[in-house]
């Protein structure tokens, strides 16, 4: 009888191992979840009245946006339609840890009061929180989508201190800044040398557009017109959740920073929704209002990620880990900024068929913890959601457990067979202190793209499994000017394949190469 149960207990725990594996998100665990959203009204009796008299309607709210701060967890709620009580909210972390908490409106009721333009926030998308205990909050101004929309209040830039709760600073856009069909959705925040020192950007989608916004100057100005801001006419054409659609006027969405590099500036990585490829600039010219009008070749056009890989959501860690959305493919990618970025050095950290049906919004926080919110919104938009069902999520996990076993995991090897030396940290060739500018890299974005006859064969190795040799391209040190900058030494040997028959990770581990390889490496 004790062996049976033992057999049983056995297959039952690998049922539920198994199952876990085909449903559920392998790495991101999942924190919170509704059916439909829910608002932490004052008491019940106001609930229900919202309720009648259509302040509230719990089908019609969708979350875009996320944020995490201290014991705080920031979620956005649009008012697309009718029926949404507060479009800046937060959950209590320390008083709900998992489930379906209500959203608390931040940082109060009042100010969440739709066209009370001067005191409150009438929709918000994505939001930030700076390093400096600030929460960055663009207020579109708009109630509804698309055809329906209305503007009530101008688009302005709030700002609030996350210890005290209040609202520091209100800025509204120009006209200049904006145009008949702007719609922006998405922000990033750069802070310099100190708290003063910070500037916003704002990507237009609709109005083709990069705005950018100066704490200290508390002004603004509008870099326009750049063919990289529109999208790309053959990346129209979407499936998600078994929709086919089209979102063929999405331009400049996503956007995320670099760390600072050697001369104080950061890169700003940007796509439209309706395309596969990255673009980047340097802040240096961002920050210039001076270069609006004569910036066109400072704008820097990388490769395509590959097939079905839009994106709305992007974010950089302080390693210069890249994680975005793809929404197509209800996954999470990574790419590592000291690697080309081409198809073979993406990744996907996760991916989940029902979980992450469009991963709307993916953050790093202070902790190095990422959280990815998701939330059926073509679904949403096009279809109809089932509220007996769960439709959103939010999910957290560490940014080194994502990327474990990826191509994005700088702690891998990089190694070779024998008589080869084994490079240890692959950001040696492509560490940005080394390379100086460039004709495709101008304003000093340092990107390792060059002609296909300038290459190396590199194989990457990581910690679960072997990728396919690939070529990619490796600048010649006498093409960067290396010999100067930092000797002739800087690249390694060619680095191939290992031997015939070594096609995995446990082979490979278990071979007298692999041991050869380590003790050359470490010699």
Not at 490 to 516: E, H, M
Request: glycine letters at 6%.
């Amino acid at each position: 009888m004790v062996s049976f149960l033992k057999v049983w207990l056995s297959l039952a725990l690998l049922f539920c191992y198994c199952y876990s594996l085909g449903n559920g998100a392998y790495k991101l665990q999942e924190r919170y979840n509704w059916n439909q959203l829910d608002f932490a009204f004052p008491n019940q009796r106001l609930k229900e009245q919202a309720m009648a008299n259509g302040d509230y309607v719990p089908q019609n709210g969708l979350p875009v946006g996320v944020e995490h701060w201290g014991n705080r967890l920031f979620v956005t709620v649009p008012r697309w339609r009718d029926g949404i009580p507060a479009t800046l909210t937060y959950i209590n972390m320390d008083h709900s840890v998992t489930g379906s908490p209500e959203l608390i409106p931040y940082p109060d009721w009042r100010a969440n009061t739709a066209g009370d333009c001067a005191n409150s926030i009438t929709t918000a998308y994505r939001i930030k929180a700076d390093e400096c205990g600030r929460l960055w909050v663009l207020d579109t101004g708009t109630v509804g989508i698309g055809n329906t929309t209305t503007n009530p209040c101008p688009y302005a830039v709030n700002v609030f201190d996350l210890t005290t709760d209040t609202r520091i600073r209100r800025y509204e856009l120009r006209s200049e800044d904006t145009n008949a069909n702007t719609f922006i959705a998405n922000i990033a925040v750069d802070i310099g040398k100190n708290c003063d020192d910070a500037f916003a950007y704002f990507s237009d989608e609709l109005g083709y557009g990069l705005i950018v916004y100066s704490w200290e100057q508390n002004k603004s100005w509008r870099f326009s017109g750049h063919s990289y801001f529109f999208p790309d006419p053959l990346r129209g054409d979407f499936n998600v959740a078994g929709l086919n659609f089209q979102w063929g006027e999405e331009g400049i969405f996503g956007m995320a920073l670099t760390p600072p590099k050697s001369d104080g500036y950061r890169t700003l990585y940007f796509s439209p929704l309706a395309s596969h490829r990255q673009f980047a600039v340097s802040t240096r010219i961002l920050r210039d209002e001076s270069r609006v009008e004569d910036s066109y070749h400072d704008f820097v056009a990388l490769d395509e990620r590959g097939p079905n890989a839009h994106t709305t959501s992007r974010v950089i860690s302080e390693e210069g880990v890249e994680l975005f959305n793809l929404i197509d493919q209800n996954a999470v990618g990574c790419w590592h900024s000291s690697m080309p970025y081409s198809p073979q050095f993406h990744g996907i950290v996760d991916r989940d068929d029902v979980g992450l049906v469009f991963p709307s919004d993916v953050k790093i926080d202070e902790n190095n913890n990422v959280w990815v919110l998701s939330d059926r919104m073509p679904v949403f938009l096009l279809s109809e959601l089932d509220y007996d069902d769960i439709n959103f999520r939010i999910y957290t996990a560490p940014l080194n457990t994502l990327i474990e076993g990826t191509v994005c995991d700088q702690r891998s090897v990089v190694f070779g067979p024998p008589n080869t030396v084994a490079l240890q940290k692959p950001v040696a060739p492509y560490s940005r202190q080394y390379l100086p500018p460039i004709s495709h890299a101008p304003g000093n974005i340092h990107l390792p793209v060059v002609p296909h006859h300038q290459q190396t064969f590199v194989t990457r190795y990581t910690s679960n499994n072997i990728n396919t040799p690939k070529n990619f391209v490796l600048q010649q040190q006498n093409a960067l000017g290396l010999e100067s900058a930092g000797g002739p030494h800087l690249f390694p040997p060619i680095v191939t394949q290992p031997p015939d028959g070594l096609k995995n990770y446990a082979t490979i581990r278990n071979s007298g190469w692999w041991r050869q390889s380590q003790q050359q490496q470490h010699h």
